[in-house]
């Protein structure tokens, strides 16, 4: 039986950004990371600051501290990383997830593809726009949506892109126009990860959210989008956990 | 041809709430309501204190309005109340959006049916709790509930109970099992409807937002819920028109 490698489970809390917005969930992060996004606000899954927290967990081992931590206060698993997606015998812990009539959530960048994304209930891929200094693999990306709309799982997928400036919006346009049939998600980038005061940072981070919803007003080629803010950012400020 | 009582159109803006929160979207607000909430945030849709405002408009006279103020910035419009479900022949603006390929939303309160509801692409359904001091009407709602149900419209429908406190929440829970079919949407109520400036309004209702995620989290029987402030009272206070 396969080991992930896991970084935190905690729970029942939001889904503080996306398609599911809002929806009460349980978090598993899993820990490595094929990308190291300039910006990364999770950056303890791959630049070995955490690496001590890191366990090597059977999927038994994870349901049973998903119901230790969570109790029966959930129905909802939200799959977070690091990116998941180089998990490759991941379908273990989602098909375990779906046996317990638990709806498995998954976010990842799009950089690799697993044939268990046919499986995700709600699935994000957050392609990374220019301030990330990430490039983006457009065949992979591709590949990925084809076989998702192939397989008929439009309505379980989301893109989302996170928008730090004009740079990134023009990134998000053009995801709009290479991917129109995919519902997308645009999301205030939090450029400051140091702040500790959530009331000052939910001040700035609504400032840069209504800068990026005139933007989008503007637009005449961003009409079938959603614009959200991270409302956990919102709530919680910085904080890990929560 | 139908005359429809009109009050506001404006946009595109963000759907601030509910299940599509968010959204690009124009607003049609239709004036006129069988309620009076006591926290109602657009009384002036009831109370009288708009009724020079109210402009009745035929369907050609709305769609030409949306294309002037929208442009060719949107393809989804939200009409809101007042309780859009007094207006018997709707359905001839709904189909005329529906022809220019425009996605409709629209909420309602759950006291009126109407067949129109089936062909709405997001209905909200938003039955009012306690705190409102408005009466619901169970047989009506499970009418509602049960024809959207026969007629597979599940996927479109959403459940939105606005929460100020412990008795309002208990009705949630309540309105969950009842209906526990439906996507339900737990929405923290604005209860102060007098604040001008908009960073004062934010903190106080993400506090708010707080105690009720703190809350559902601590349920076993409010699981598969969403739980979401309004986001644009977040960034734009009580202004009216955005």
Chains 1, 2 share one sequence.
């Not at 998903?66 to 206060?73: A, H």
Request: charged content about 25%; aromatic content about 8%.
């Amino acid at each position: 039986m396969s080991k992930f490698p896991i970084l935190e489970i905690f729970g029942p809390t939001i889904q503080g950004e996306g398609m599911v917005v809002g929806r009460k969930t349980m978090f598993i992060r899993t820990a490595g990371c094929d990308y190291q996004c300039s910006w990364c606000d999770s950056a303890f899954t791959w630049d070995g600051s955490a690496k001590e927290e890191i366990e090597m967990l059977t999927t038994e081992q994870i349901m049973d501290r998903l119901k230790e931590v969570g109790k029966d206060r959930f129905d909802h698993v939200t799959i977070s990383g690091g990116n998941p997606a180089l998990l490759q015998n991941l379908n273990q812990l989602i098909d375990a997830l779906h046996a317990c009539d638990l709806n498995v959530a998954l976010e990842t960048q799009g950089s690799r593809w697993q044939p268990w994304f046919l499986t995700i209930d709600d699935l994000t891929i957050s392609p990374k726009p220019p301030s990330s200094k990430m490039q983006t693999d457009w065949e992979m990306l591709d590949k990925i949506i084809a076989s998702l709309t192939e397989e008929n799982r439009l309505s379980h997928l989301s893109l989302k892109v996170v928008v730090f400036d004009q740079e990134d919006l023009d990134y998000a346009t053009y995801i709009h126009a290479r991917y129109p049939e995919v519902s997308l998600f645009l999301q205030v980038g939090n450029d400051d990860l140091s702040e500790i005061d959530p009331e000052q940072l939910a001040h700035h981070l609504l400032s840069k959210y209504e800068w990026l919803i005139d933007q989008v007003m503007l637009s005449n080629t961003l009409n079938a989008v959603r614009v959200l803010p991270q409302v956990h950012a919102l709530v919680w400020g910085n904080k890990r956990g929560v």
